[in-house]
Antibody, heavy 118, light 107 residues
Framework: EVQLVESGGGLVQPGRSLRLSCTAS????????MSWVRQAPGKGLEWVSF??????????EYAASVKGRISISRDDSKSIAYLQINSLKTEDTAVYYC?????????WGQGTLVTVSS | DIQMTQSPSSLSASVGDRVTITCRAS??????LHWYQQKPGKAPKLLIY???SLESGVPSRFSGSGSETDFTLTISSLQREDFATYYC?????????FGQGTRLEIK
């Protein structure tokens, strides 16, 4: 069974940093691109970033709204994807979902809530 | 960026109704269009990929159609568990973009 489990969210002050983790199981992690999608409270879905699989050279892309403040990475030996968010802003408050793929996102984690507030 | 516009934004319907949600792209996206269902407090779930392919395990009352700029999601006979918010998403070009969502409520 495919599972994606996010962790690392919490309450953080503006300007601080946070690293989210997504631990995968039930599939060959290294064969798949991974994406992060966020959802602000009461709002819609916003794609944040993706990282390609090793075969694609691990290509990364970022949404314009977070570019320069976010870094995505992966450790295929541990089946974990990471999202580093720096210089956090109040508008980064959202549930952050880890998803599999970069076209149709066929599996999603349960999400981890990041709240940016002083 | 490719803009995705869903209509309606909200919809009231009854169990057994046939419901159609539309999604329009700001430019041609071929068939790189996917539909998701999200229930309150839960992660989105993939229903339809590549405009019309039913994801494994999704009931056959869900169907998708369209190409280029205009797409539809149809639920042939609404069940109580279908009341949720639905999103379309394009993957034709980066950045991936979603529609604003359609909230389907019980009449």
């Amino acid at each position: 069974e495919v599972q994606l489990v996010e962790s690392g969210g919490g309450l953080v002050q503006p300007g601080r940093s946070l690293r989210l983790s997504c631990t995968a199981s039930g599939f060959t992690f290294g064969d798949y691109a991974m994406s992060w999608v966020r959802q602000a409270p009461g709002k819609g879905l916003e794609w944040v970033s993706f990282i390609g699989n090793k075969a694609s050279g691990g290509t990364t892309e970022y949404a314009a709204s977070v570019k320069g403040r976010i870094s995505i990475s992966r450790d295929d030996s541990k089946s974990i994807a990471y999202l580093q968010i720096n210089s956090l802003k109040t508008e980064d408050t959202a549930v952050y979902y880890c998803t599999r793929g970069l076209g149709a996102l066929d599996y999603w984690g349960q999400g981890t809530l990041v709240t940016v507030s002083s | 960026d490719i803009q995705m516009t869903q209509s309606p934004s909200s919809l009231s319907a009854s169990v057994g109704d046939r419901v159609t949600i539309t999604c329009r792209a700001s430019q041609s996206i071929s068939r790189y269009l996917h539909w998701y269902q999200q229930k309150p407090g839960k992660a989105p779930k993939l229903l339809i990929y590549a405009a019309s392919s039913l994801e494994s395990g999704v009931p056959s009352r869900f169907s998708g159609s369209g190409s280029e700029t205009d797409f539809t999601l149809t639920i042939s006979s609404l069940q109580r568990e279908d009341f949720a918010t639905y999103y379309c998403q394009q993957s034709y070009d980066s950045p991936i973009t979603f529609g604003q969502g359609t909230r389907l409520e019980i009449k």
